[in-house]
């Protein structure tokens, strides 16, 4: 039911909340409800599901204050100001384009669709709207993340010459859900964990303008029944001439959510690694000199962007960084502050994974990723 709005309050409808997605982005909501100096409330008005149950009781466990099974007549509400999309990625477009055309606000998980078609038709969509849309990839929002874009942009490593990007999980060992086929919205290690460390390329070095890849469909038992890919790698060729080498597995053992990166530069280099994510291992050759020749492990504080704490060493995490988006996208709706990764930015990462999948089925050669 629709209820009188106070223009003080943001309302927010989550669209497929009950899942792990959904978890994530209710906690992350919350803390952005505590955390956003924006000058209007956070409200986290609907949680929609498509099982009434499941629906109720997603909302009632997650603090929604009301749920719903029916998207279109949540968003067709005058009192829902933004559309938090986490279904699973083939319904993305049509539920953000509705959104878009009725002049809400998204957010939308990633990868932004899985069809080049569907993220054009929606980037010229929010390109003819006037409102703020951005894509979940949290990782960039992380406090060692953004240190690392900081010192890049100082040029203190100078200029980058190559860089290694990997994401390793063993999450398809276990079941996968609607991500095993493509027909229920799975699109692979290759998009589904692949897009993150695309999007953490491209915030930190720019744009990728061709690519190499090798993708594995690894079946290792009779119901081990998929069919996308589980792992795989490329080679990328940045606009900047950088040399990238990514590689990404769902079926990696002992690979807990490890994200990497490596990054050589003229003048020095960094290192990430999301196990531990308070940390840059940061090497400056002018400011290290000549001996001794290694990194310098160096640890996020109160003033690097994405921290929210002045006591240094309290750390940061996934809901801090899930929570850094929404904290930027409702800045941007209320003070006009800049917000990225938007729509656009998306649909730039979806085509480098489309141009990954052209690659492998063309035996690996080169292949150059479309422009628009
Ligand atoms: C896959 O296992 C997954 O849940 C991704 O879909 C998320 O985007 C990632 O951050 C965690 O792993």
């Not at 009192?79 to 986490?86: A, E, G, K, N, S």
């Not at 276990?174 to 290690?189: D, I, L, N, P, V």
């Not at 940061?316 to 209320?334: D, F």
């Amino acid at each position: 039911m629709e209820q009188a709005r106070e223009v003080h309050e943001i309302r927010v409808a989550i669209i497929g909340g009950a899942g792990f997605m959904g978890k994530a982005h209710s906690f992350a909501w919350a803390l952005a409800a505590v955390q956003s100096d924006a000058p209007r409330r956070i409200v986290k008005q609907v949680l929609v599901e498509l099982d009434a149950d499941a629906a109720s009781n997603a909302a009632a466990a997650l603090g929604w204050l009301e749920s719903s099974t029916d998207w279109k007549s949540v968003i067709d509400r005058h009192d829902i100001d933004i559309v938090d999309i986490v279904t699973p990625p083939h319904t993305h477009a049509e539920i953000a384009r509705y959104a878009i055309e009725r002049g809400k606000h998204v957010l939308s998980e990633k990868p932004l669709a899985n069809s080049s078609e569907d993220v054009k038709t929606l980037v010229a969509a929010a390109e003819a709207s006037s409102v703020q849309t951005h894509v979940g990839f949290n990782y960039r929002q992380n406090a060692a993340v953004q240190l690392a874009k900081q010192i890049i942009t100082e040029g203190r490593i100078g200029q980058p010459l190559q860089a290694r990007f990997e994401y390793h999980q063993d999450a398809a060992f276990g079941a996968m859900g609607w991500r095993a086929h493509k027909a229920t919205g799975g699109s692979g290690a290759s998009s589904d964990i692949g897009s993150h460390i695309v999007d953490l390329a491209n915030f930190l070095l720019g744009r990728v303008t061709k690519v190499s890849a090798v993708l594995q469909v690894l079946s290792l038992s009779e119901d081990d029944d998929h069919d996308v890919d589980d792992a795989g790698a490329f080679l990328a060729h940045f606009e900047t001439g950088i040399l990238g080498v990514f590689s990404f597995s769902q079926k990696a053992w002992g690979q807990n959510n490890h994200i990497r990166f490596e990054i050589d530069g003229t003048e020095g280099a960094l290192g990430f690694d999301w196990n531990r994510r308070d940390e840059l291992d940061v090497y400056v050759r002018s400011e290290t000199g000549n001996a001794p020749r290694g990194f310098t492990t160096v640890h996020v504080d109160g003033d690097t962007p994405g921290t929210w704490f002045d006591l240094n060493g309290v750390g940061t995490g996934y809901l801090e960084s899930s929570a850094n988006q929404m904290i930027q996208l409702v800045a941007a709706i209320t003070g006009g502050t800049a917000n990225s990764p938007t729509f656009s930015e998306g649909a730039y990462v979806q085509r480098v994974i489309d141009a990954v999948w052209s690659s492998d089925e063309s035996g690996s050669t080169w292949v150059e990723v479309a422009e628009e």
